[in-house]
């Protein structure tokens, strides 16, 4: 798709439903160029035929019907080019919301892996500025080429019947125009390249500021984010000022070229004038003739420059289109149970950096699974394994004894609930964020769910309660508060399979309790897999893995593994010393008081 066939296939995939404007365009185009091409031949006639001592009696006399035509003319004339202009603006954006549409609808169904190596500033900036420059390139400019196109037909016939010998000194200058800005077309296609890159770099880190300002302040580092944010500012406006300085010598030089043309011409002319080869109202005419010659060559070589742009434009708005997206088919094999089995699993994010190192554990169907394990230990990575959202390096993973690679990846996704520690809340109202995984859902399904996760009594101390704003990524409530209501929506699903990924770490240990007592009593046949540093949240699981860099050390239930005496023993008695010591604080500050 990155050669010039693909990018015409893609214009004529993104122009969808605008081809009948296009035409409209085309003919209103051609017809304003002839309309215009009329107009000099009228002043050359007049001149010539009409003004002069022994000129058309009847049209002096009646020298209106003249400036009555030139008006007639102009009122056609802006009637197409109304035709023109709104049928432009209408193919523009409707070619650039179909840009935008494709692109946002690909980027959703690409696979994680890809998202991990791209930026979220740069995808913004595909998404947005590369689109503009395409738009603008083939809306504006390609219609130019028509345009063009009509103008130098319509004007060199005009010119031939004229003289033409001068016809072919305007043509000489051409070539020239053409060739310097094919030199230029190199330059400015290498140097907006790295602008438009410097600018997805720039995009990228007022994004992650704009959504860390809450670390950005607590950290103390607004200095520091300052210092960064110039120094890519400082690159990207010294790429854009170079660009601008090649655009400014490029004007430069073609507006010498075209002097230059003028000048001859008009010289030229005057002398043909002189010796009569070329009667006066000719020769106003051939020069009118030639300045819409000059300026439609011109464009020309403005266009080759534009091209330069939309081309970095186009290969990076590929570089999207071009990446593979996940298959979420239709089409496999649907798992009558789900019990989960984990068969001799490896996987690393990056070549040579394993995670997980030969994971074999099976979880029956209805029962709960708990997951130990300090930070890196693999712990997430059995998560998004489970949910296919990276693909399997080594081993198997089964749903209901089916490989989870034949199982389809929209019947995974929901049929796999999942609460992540840092849950992602959309900009919106309570209400809409726990509904999001039901629209369907009735308020009293909403508030069911909301019970369950203990946040019910919270929300509804808002003034506005369940249709409170919960402003970008969910910074109206606190931490606990976001991770409940991210529980209730995935509660709310209805998942047969529950992934809880240290979901309960921003509660106390009172509403922790509460939580798991409500969920145990709704979700009494889902399989469910407990991800947490509380092993007074995982001790009533049915079986807990302890994970110790990407292999698992121990597996059993609480009092199994307690027996057991290795690193859940151990971490049991850190825990527990550390609750009685925090219970004594408690009990002292009570008896102070």
């Known amino acids: 798709m990155g050669d010039k066939n693909g990018k015409i296939q893609l214009i004529l995939r993104f122009s969808k439903g605008t081809r009948g404007c296009f035409i409209i365009i085309l003919l209103a185009s051609l017809a304003s160029t002839l309309l215009n091409s009329l107009i000099p031949r009228i002043f050359g006639f007049t001149i010539d035929r009409v003004l002069v001592e022994d000129g058309i009696p009847y049209l002096k006399e009646h020298i209106w019907l003249i400036s009555l035509e030139v008006i007639g003319i102009a009122l056609v004339n802006g009637i197409m080019i109304y035709l023109y202009r709104s049928q432009t603006a209408k193919a523009g954006e409707t070619f650039a919301k179909n840009m935008r549409d494709i692109l946002f609808a690909h980027v959703q169904r690409l696979p994680m892996k890809w998202h991990d190596g791209v930026q979220t500033g740069d995808i913004i900036q595909r998404c947005t500025a590369d689109v503009e420059t395409i738009r603008n390139f083939v809306v504006t400019q390609v219609l130019e080429v028509f345009r063009t196109v009509f103008l130098l037909v319509v004007s060199l016939a005009m010119m031939l019947t004229m003289n033409m010998k001068l016809t072919v000194v305007a043509l000489a200058f051409t070539p020239v125009v053409v060739l310097y800005s094919g030199i230029f077309y190199h330059l400015i296609a290498k140097n907006y390249t790295a602008a438009d890159e410097a600018e997805g770099d720039l995009s990228t880190v007022v994004q992650e500021n704009a959504t860390g300002v809450r670390v950005v302040r607590a950290f103390g580092r607004e200095r520091f984010e300052i210092d960064q944010f110039d120094e890519k500012n400082e690159i990207f406006a010294r790429l854009w000022i170079r660009l601008g300085t090649l655009s400014g010598l490029y004007w430069a030089v073609g507006d010498l070229i075209t002097g230059l043309q003028v000048l001859v011409i008009v010289t030229l002319g005057a002398i043909e004038a002189v010796h009569g080869s070329i009667t006066a109202g000719e020769f106003i005419a051939f020069a009118s003739y030639n300045t819409t010659l000059v300026w439609p060559v011109r464009s020309l070589g403005r266009i080759l420059s534009e091209m330069s742009k939309t081309g970095v434009s186009f290969d990076r708005v590929n570089y999207i289109l071009d990446s593979a997206e996940e298959e979420m088919g239709e089409g496999g094999v649907i798992p009558e149970h789900t019990e989960i089995a984990f068969d001799h699993v490896s996987f690393g994010y990056e070549e040579n950096q394993s995670v997980l190192e030969d994971v074999s554990f099976h979880i029956k169907e209805g029962t709960t699974c708990g997951i130990l394990g300090g930070t890196g230990s693999g712990k997430t990575t059995i998560v998004h394994l489970l ?117 309960l770490s921003a509660v106390d240990a009172d509403t922790d309790v509460r939580i798991r007592r409500a969920l145990r009593s709704k979700m009494k046949e889902a399989t469910v897999i407990l991800i947490s540093h509380r092993i007074t949240t995982l001790m009533e699981a049915n079986q807990i893995l302890v994970l110790n860099h990407g292999v698992i050390e121990e597996c059993g239930t609480h009092q199994q593994l307690i027996r057991h005496g290795g690193i859940y023993q151990k971490i049991y008695e850190i825990q527990l010393n550390q609750d009685d010591r925090r219970l004594l604080s408690e009990g002292g500050d009570s008896d102070a008081e």
């Open 387 to 503: 949910d296919r959202l990276y693909e399997l390096e080594k081993g198997t993973v089964q749903i209901g004894g089916v490989d989870i690679r034949d199982i389809p990846r929209s019947w995974i996704r929901s049929h796999v609930g999942m609460v992540l520690q840092e849950p992602f809340l959309f900009s919106r109202t309570i209400r809409d964020n726990i509904a999001a995984a039901n629209p369907d859902a009735t308020m009293n399904e909403i508030r069911e769910a909301a019970r369950i996760a203990c946040v019910d009594d919270a929300i509804m101390a808002f003034p506005d309660g369940y249709d409170t704003i919960v402003g970008e990524r969910g910074v109206t409530l606190s931490g606990g508060q976001r991770q409940r209501v991210a529980i209730a929506r995935m509660l709310i699903a209805k998942a047969p399979i529950m992934i809880f990924d240290d979901s």
